[in-house]
């Protein structure tokens, strides 16, 4: 079965600094990919997907992530945080079994980015 | 950027009663979901709904759960005699596609079961 985990309930960080939020997949055959943000009273809100192709994926607001197939990881990251980052962030896989159709979220990781 | 529009926002119904949550999909999506989030957590999957038929369920959509598109816009979730523990965060996404595509999401029905 396909699932994702992220190992930080939460993450602080300084703004200006540069942040990771950790995901790590287990799925069997090539892995789809996705970074989701939850803002406060929002749903989901996409940031960037990794299908196949470069392992470093670009996505909205600045983020990027790092697709590792040898680790099984596919970390989020910023260089320079801010404020406004806040928020709750979810790494997702999707469902490759014969008939799937569903996207399988990780717990969710909440990022403070301190003033 | 288009958006999903849910009705209510809120919902306060007591146990054992009928709710129907509502939502209006993304009009050139053909992938439709529904989705709940307990207490600002994890985000369990409900059930999945292509073609005008549930495609996949999760164990949670048990025999008091019904989903169903009756005008080809509105795609309606259904809760037949709630429980307690139906107390979440209910949100409905949809995705022009299938399985390469992101997912876009409403912002939700908070239900709450007395």
């Known amino acids: 079965a396909q699932s994702v985990a992220q190992p930080e309930d939460q993450v602080n960080v300084a703004e200006g600094n540069p942040l990771t939020v950790k995901c790590t997949y287990s799925?069997?055959?090539?892995?789809?990919l996705f970074w989701y943000v939850q803002y406060p009273n929002r749903g989901l809100q996409f940031l960037l997907k990794?299908?196949?192709?470069?392992?470093l994926v670009k996505g909205s607001y600045g983020f990027e992530a790092e697709f590792n197939k040898s680790q099984t990881s596919f970390h989020l990251k910023k260089p320079s945080a801010l404020v406004s980052d806040s928020a709750l962030y979810f790494c997702a896989v999707r469902d490759m079994a014969p008939g799937g159709f569903k996207t399988i979220f990780g717990a969710g990781t909440r990022l403070f980015v301190k003033a | 950027e288009p958006e999903i529009t849910q009705t209510p926002s809120h919902q306060v119904t007591q146990m054992g009663q009928e709710v129907i949550l509502r939502c209006v999909p993304i009009?050139?999506?053909?992938?439709f979901y529904w989705y709940r989030q307990i207490l600002g957590q994890k985000v369990e999957f409900l059930v999945s709904?292509?073609?005008?038929?549930?495609?996949?369920k999760s164990e949670i959509f048990d025999d008091q759960f019904s989903v169903e598109r009756p005008d080809g816009s509105n795609f309606t979730l259904k809760i037949r005699s709630t429980k307690l523990e139906d107390s979440a965060m209910y949100f409905c996404a949809s995705s022009i596609q299938g399985i390469s595509e992101k997912l876009f999401f409403g912002s939700g029905t908070q239900l709450s079961v007395l």
């Open positions: 799925v069997s055959g090539n892995p789809y």
């Open positions: 990794y299908i196949t192709g470069d392992n």
């Open positions: 009009s050139n999506h053909l992938y």
């Open positions: 709904f292509y073609n005008n038929e549930i495609s996949e």
